[in-house]
């Protein structure tokens, strides 16, 4: 499957950004989705991950709630909500897709994903 990321930018701190990440490919079959964040001379962090149907998602600790995974199997289509920006959420973003078995959990490890997207810059300024 093939990723394409979209919707990052440049935003001050307070404020809200959407992005999304549109599969495509044969087939779309990926059983889970996550996105993770980079900064330059760092490891790559995972942030969330949404299950195949939507039901259930995984965030990291460090959001603390601001953030919102989502998914529209109708367009094959990722969303991550992003509120309450802060400057330490600027990084590039990449969405990932996992086509393995096994438990949410699992999508925060990146070595586990199949399948990544180009990544979008996310800039948050004070």
């Known amino acids: 499957v093939q990723l394409q990321a979209s919707g990052g930018g440049s935003v001050q701190v307070g404020g809200s950004l959407s992005l999304s990440c549109v599969a495509s490919?044969?087939?779309?079959?990926?059983?889970?989705m996550g996105w993770f964040r980079q900064n330059p001379g760092k490891e790559r962090e995972f942030v969330a991950a949404?299950?195949?149907?939507?039901?259930?998602?995984l965030y990291a600790d460090s959001l603390e709630g601001r953030f919102t995974v989502s998914r529209d199997s109708a367009k094959n289509t990722v969303y991550l909500q992003m509120n309450s920006l802060k400057p330490e959420d600027t990084a590039v973003y990449y969405c990932?897709?996992?086509?393995?078995?096994?438990?949410?959990?699992?999508?925060?490890?990146?070595?586990?994903?199949?399948?990544w997207g180009q990544g979008t810059q996310v800039t948050v300024s004070s």
């Open positions: 490919g044969p087939p779309y079959s990926a059983p889970g």
């Open positions: 949404v299950s195949s149907n939507g039901a259930r998602t």
């Open positions: 990932a897709a996992y086509a393995g078995p096994g438990t949410m959990a699992i999508m925060q490890h990146e070595w586990r994903m199949t399948s």
